[in-house]
Structure formats: structure tokens, C-alpha cells
């Protein structure tokens, strides 16, 4: 089975400052894809970034990125320049990707982020 | 192009009514999803179609919730009746085939009283 630990429950970050959230993932299946998804307030979930298991390169998109450490199985989200609209709630989520078909995400517990002024 | 549409936004209605919860995916997705999120449980996997089939349902809590997804374009949740234990918000995801990126709609805050 999968699990997705997110240890901070809440963080604050002054505005355009760099923020990490931390995100470790366990499974014993060698293909997997881990992702961040934003929700802010309003309660939609915005799909943020996406890694896949065989990258050989950290995703980025934008001020996101991602830190990928396969052997710690850690996938860290990077955000730089910190805004005031990213405070939300930030999930991190696994799938596994067997033979190119999808299957259900499952999440962290979230991490809060606070930009302050 | 439209995301995910999900309807209503907000439900709220008495113990034991039938719950109908309408989704719209994305044109051209395979998959679609049904979560529910929960201060206990997090987000959680009710059950996921891939081409209008059910592929996985293990996570239907119970008897009370079915799914269909009559064609491409729509997919239901039911619950039947319905419980304060029930109330949550209720998410519809959609994918395509070998792009395992899931995109969500707005959800709809279920209240049950």
C-alpha cells in the first residue's frame, strides 16, 4: 500500500521569500507518479506539479518546483517569490502508474501555508 | 477549454433524503473519479470509471452510495439515504488515457442534517 507523510501541518513564509513543504512517500512499486495540488480557501483543488518515478530531472513549473530524492523518498515542493495568494493548503499525493493506466491518488494530510506580509 | 464540472456546488438536505451528486469531465478524458474529503479522513477514493466502466470501488463506504456514468460526458453519485455522517465535500477528477494527471472540479459541500 501507499502512504503520503506531510509532516508540517502549517507553515508561514514572509511574502517573496522561497518556502519548502515537505512530503515523504512510501511504496514498493518502482512506478509511481507524486503530485502537488493547491486548495485554497475556496475550496477547489488546483493541480500544481507532477513528477514522475523514472525523471531524471526535478519538474518545475513556474515558481514551483519540485525536489525530487528517490533514495530518501522525498518530493519536497519548492515555491519561490512567495505571494500572499499562495496561502492555502498544499497536498501532496501519489499514484502508481503501471503500464500507463491511471489509478487513484493518494494524499498527504496537507501542510497550511501562511504568507505574511 | 472547460475543466471539470460538478453540480450543485452546495447541497444541504435532512437525514435520510437521496443525494444525487452530477459530474461533468473533461472532453476527451477516460478516467474519471469520485473523492470525498473529510477532517478524519483526509481525501479519499469513493471510486474511479475508466471508458463509463467502474474499475475500482472498494472505497464506496457502503450500500447507501452508488455511481453510474451512463456515457462519456456524465457521471453520478448517489446516496440513498443519506446520513450526518455522510456530509462532506465530494470531488469529481478526470484524466486521459497514459497522462496521469487528474484535474478536479470545485466539489460539492454536502451537508447532511
Known amino acids: 500500500a501507499q502512504k503520503i507523510t506531510q509532516t508540517q501541518p502549517g507553515m508561514f513564509v514572509q511574502e517573496k521569500e522561497a518556502v519548502t513543504l515537505d512530503c515523504t512517500y512510501d511504496?514498493?512499486?518502482?512506478?509511481?507518479?507524486l503530485f502537488w495540488y493547491k486548495q485554497p480557501s475556496s475550496g477547489e483543488m488546483i493541480f500544481l506539479i507532477y513528477?514522475?518515478?523514472?525523471?531524471?530531472q526535478n519538474a518545475t513549473e513556474g515558481r514551483y518546483s519540485l525536489n525530487f530524492q528517490k533514495a530518501r523518498k522525498s518530493a519536497n515542493l519548492v515555491i519561490s517569490a512567495s505571494q500572499l495568494g499562495d496561502s492555502a493548503m498544499y497536498f501532496c499525493?501519489?499514484?502508481?502508474?503501471?503500464?500507463?493506466?491511471?489509478?487513484?491518488?493518494?494524499f498527504g494530510t496537507g501542510t497550511r501555508l501562511q504568507v505574511t506580509l | 477549454d472547460a475543466g471539470v464540472i460538478q453540480s450543485p456546488r452546495h447541497e444541504v438536505t435532512e437525514m435520510g433524503q437521496e443525494v444525487t451528486l452530477r459530474c461533468k469531465p473533461i472532453?476527451?478524458?477516460?478516467?474519471l473519479f469520485w473523492y470525498r474529503q473529510t477532517m478524519m479522513r483526509g481525501l479519499e477514493l469513493l471510486i474511479y470509471?475508466?471508458?463509463?466502466?467502474?474499475?475500482?470501488d472498494s472505497g464506496m463506504p457502503e450500500d447507501r452510495f452508488s455511481a453510474k456514468m451512463p456515457n462519456a460526458s456524465f457521471s453520478t453519485l448517489k446516496i440513498q439515504p443519506s446520513e450526518p455522517r455522510d456530509s462532506a465535500v465530494y470531488f469529481c477528477?478526470?484524466?486521459?488515457?497514459?497522462?496521469?494527471?487528474?484535474?478536479f472540479g470545485a466539489g460539492t459541500r454536502l451537508s447532511v442534517l
Open positions: 477528477a478526470s484524466s486521459r488515457e497514459y497522462v496521469n494527471i487528474q484535474y
Open positions: 511504496t514498493s512499486d518502482p512506478s509511481y507518479g
Open positions: 513528477q514522475g518515478s523514472y525523471d531524471q
Open positions: 499525493a501519489m499514484s502508481l502508474e503501471n503500464t500507463g493506466t491511471a489509478s487513484k491518488l493518494t
Open positions: 472532453s476527451g478524458h477516460d478516467y
Open positions: 470509471f475508466n471508458n463509463n466502466v467502474p474499475i475500482d
